[in-house]
């Protein structure tokens, strides 16, 4: 296996360090195969916002196994999903499942260059959309972690089709309409940017975005697959008051499993087969494991913040509003103990997704976009990583990365995140130490 992982982040690569491999996950914690427990903000990159293993999703998925796992049919769960989407989604009112966030992505380019005949994307710097040739340019996560934003192997033909502006910089964005604007088929951007650390848009901005979209007659793409159901129910989208014209999503969809789906206007997604010319297909697509582990993990989310206890996974409080005061509580607990170590650092967060940013020299006081957060120190975090791991804390193992908080999280695992973090920023502070 190429670095002998499935997917480069967990190659540790970037940290310096041999990944650890994991035996079992059970809510917030996870344990490696040499026994050590951890508090775990990786969870899956995403997926499992109600922890792991969820006794509800076990149970929902063991049952389903039992009488098949996928059919080459259609099944009613499929509709189930579906129709739970449109009903906390309004600007998805149709959609289609994949199997990932970059299949759902691939898919959405396709259909906005099928509707509109055009041939252009414009894409945000930083951005990270899985990894879609068009997209793999000044892209963010694993991408710029393993220090090749735009890959090898996508040929110019491609790559000159995709238009780059800075995220949060809507002068740019105008400038790169007015000059395209006729070819345009469409602009994709993760609405709150997740994949060069949490980077959240300034006041307007996607406002503006949908406005200029709207005029050149272009297609908004918003990548939910990290903020879909993560940042509220109803996702960015919900959050901003923004309407894009597609929305992918992923990720919580799945509850765990591999899930993914794109969806939008009714008369753009008709345009998708056997409705309409543009293909699309897939073997697993909507098979009904992956799709009631969703569901569930849906309905745990739905439950909780409707305050029904009988379901919630959570106490019977809403489950954002929880997921908000643990976040918050993180996020004033990293900031308090880097100030007292006087270790630089700028911590984002939007909800239970968080970033701290080692900003050492740079002196910047807020990441704003790619070049901002390029200039964080990412040796800093990678001996922040180390000390945090030794100290029972896994996280993400970039710079680059968000960090996930799940409603198995306890104001307990928060405070003692917080007091391995104070240690770990006494290492952050002593590279020399570190050897
Ligand atoms: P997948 O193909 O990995 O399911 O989804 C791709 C994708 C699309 N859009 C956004 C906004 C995403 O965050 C992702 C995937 N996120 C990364 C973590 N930053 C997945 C982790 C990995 O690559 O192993």
């Known amino acids: 296996m190429p670095g002998g992982v499935s997917s480069p982040v967990r190659s540790f690569k970037s940290v310096g360090l041999s990944p650890v491999f994991i035996k079992s996950g059970q809510g917030a914690y996870l344990t490696d195969v040499d026994g050590n427990n951890y508090v775990d903000y990786v969870m899956s990159y995403g997926p499992l916002i109600a922890g792991h293993a969820h006794p509800a999703v076990r149970a929902a998925v063991a049952k389903q196994i039992s009488r098949g796992s996928s059919f080459g049919c259609c099944s009613e769960l499929e509709i189930t999903l579906a129709t739970f989407i449109a009903g906390v989604m309004p600007g998805v009112p149709m959609v289609r499942f994949v199997n990932s966030g970059t299949e759902a992505v691939t898919s959405a380019l396709r259909l906005a260059r099928g509707a ?42 491609v790559i000159n089709n995709t238009l780059l502006v800075p995220f949060n910089d809507a002068a740019a964005a105008e400038a790169v309409f007015s000059q395209h604007g006729g070819q345009i088929a469409a ?49 960015a989208q919900q959050l901003q008051q923004v309407q894009p014209d597609i929305t992918c999503l992923g990720k919580i969809i799945g509850g765990g499993l591999p899930v993914g789906a794109y969806g939008g206007r009714e008369e753009l997604m008709n345009q998708v087969s056997p409705a309409g010319p543009v293909y699309q297909a897939g073997t697993l697509s909507g098979n009904p494991l992956a799709m009631i582990a969703g569901l569930t993990t849906l309905r745990l989310l739905q439950s909780a913040a409707a305050g029904d206890a009988a379901n919630a996974a959570n106490s019977s409080q809403d489950a954002y509003v929880v997921l908000e005061a643990l976040g918050s509580r993180l996020q004033h607990g990293l900031e ?16 239970s997704m968080i970033t701290p940013f080692f900003t050492g020299q740079s002196g910047k006081e807020s990441i704003k976009n790619y070049a901002d957060a390029l200039a964080c120190d990412t040796q800093a975090y990678a001996r922040f990583f ?25 104001e307990v695992d928060i405070d003692q995140t917080v007091e391995a973090a104070a240690k770990a920023f006494e290492a952050v502070k002593q590279p020399a130490a570190q050897g």
């Open 116 to 157: 509109t005949g055009r041939p252009l994307i414009v894409k945000c710097a930083g951005c990270y959309h899985g990894h879609v040739d068009a997209l793999l340019v000044q892209a963010g996560s694993g991408a710029t972690t393993h220090g090749q934003p735009s890959s090898p192997g996508i040929p110019d033909a």
């Open 187 to 235: 602009m994709i951007v993760e609405p709150i940017l997740g994949n060069i650390g949490v980077v959240l848009p300034e006041a307007g901005y996607l406002a503006r975005l949908r406005e200029l979209c709207s005029r050149h007659g272009a297609i908004l793409i918003f990548d939910e697959v990290m903020t879909g159901f993560r940042v509220a129910l109803g996702g």
């Open 336 to 351: 308090k103990s880097a100030a007292r170590a006087e270790v630089p650092l700028v911590v984002q967060r939007c909800g």
């Open 386 to 410: 180390k000390a945090m791991l030794d100290g029972g804390v896994m996280l993400p193992p970039s710079q680059f990365e968000a960090w996930f908080i799940s409603l198995a999280h306890t």
